[in-house]
């Protein structure tokens, strides 16, 4: 019987931060795609993040990193299954190359800020839930259905954010992979969420020089505030944003 119980607490806390991977991607997903898509506001369900967060969102990072996130928006988005160029470009996912944004400076940097908005979701779920804790997010992402349980869910998330080609599951899996890449040991850290912003005056360095304008490149960021990785960057920015803390509080008042 004792056995019996400890599986049953075990199967449900499984489902439990499976409901919370869905939830904190949606939330990423919708701060990666209010980034550039403020007008999705209105096809997305229920609760929506506020004006002011967008807009917020919507001025951070430098010129570059914003020409970056934002290759070949109207013309198809990235391609990633197709590769790079051979001078090492993106490719659109109409065919036609873009000069001006390396492929692997798309991937890293994608890759980055969705892993950002990620774990901050997922550190603002454990945050605000009694019922999960840091041991039980690093014990569950341990075994096949945790790894099959976050991958699914940033597929859905990737998808959902449209900054991917429709009709590229090649392009997103490419990505999927390279956030979990990023994301695992941070998650599978039991103190990887808790650092995750670090210290205050870490965190107020990096608004003021990368996450406005004109703001500073990743690297001049991470060379100007020593101790920090370039995931930690973005999600400060998006911390800052408050667009993932707004959606779960609402979300929280409205469980329906």
């Known amino acids: 019987m004792k056995k019996s119980g400890m599986f049953t607490k075990l199967i449900s806390q499984q489902s439990w931060i499976k409901k919370s991977f869905n939830w904190v991607n949606f939330c990423s997903a919708l701060s990666l795609g209010f980034l550039f898509f403020p007008v999705v506001a209105i096809a997305q369900p229920k609760p929506t993040p506020n004006a002011e967060n967008i807009k917020r969102l919507s001025t951070m990072f430098s010129p570059d990193i914003q020409q970056t996130l934002s290759a070949c928006l109207e013309k198809g988005k990235v391609n990633l299954a197709a590769g790079a160029t051979t001078n090492g470009m993106v490719i659109c996912g109409d065919g036609s190359e873009n000069n001006n944004v390396k492929f692997n400076d798309y991937v890293d940097t994608l890759s980055d800020f969705f892993a950002a908005s990620f774990l901050i979701g997922a550190k603002s779920?454990?945050?605000?839930?009694?019922?999960?804790?840091?041991?039980m997010l690093v014990n569950f992402?341990?075994?096949?259905?945790?790894?099959?349980?976050?991958?699914?869910?940033?597929?859905?998330?990737?998808?959902?954010?449209?900054?991917?080609?429709?009709?590229?599951?090649e392009s997103v899996k490419i990505l999927v992979d390279n956030i979990i890449q990023r994301s695992q040991p941070i998650l599978e850290d039991p103190?990887?969420?808790?650092?995750?912003?670090?210290?205050?005056?870490?965190?107020?360095?990096?608004?003021?020089?990368?996450?406005?304008?004109?703001?500073?490149?990743?690297?001049?960021?991470?060379?100007?505030?020593?101790?920090?990785?370039?995931?930690q960057l973005y999600a400060i920015c998006?911390?800052?944003?408050?667009?993932?803390?707004?959606?779960?509080?609402?979300?929280?008042s409205n469980p329906n």
């Open 125 to 135: 779920a454990l945050e605000s839930n009694p019922r999960l804790s840091p041991e």
């Open 141 to 169: 992402l341990k075994t096949p259905d945790g790894i099959n349980s976050l991958r699914n869910a940033l597929e859905v998330s990737l998808v959902s954010s449209k900054m991917l080609p429709n009709d590229s599951p």
């Open 191 to 231: 103190k990887g969420l808790t650092n995750l912003l670090g210290s205050k005056q870490q965190y107020q360095e990096i608004v003021k020089k990368f996450c406005y304008a004109p703001g500073m490149s990743a690297n001049q960021a991470l060379t100007e505030v020593s101790g920090l990785n370039s995931i």
């Open 238 to 252: 998006v911390k800052e944003s408050g667009i993932v803390d707004d959606m779960i509080q609402k979300k929280q």
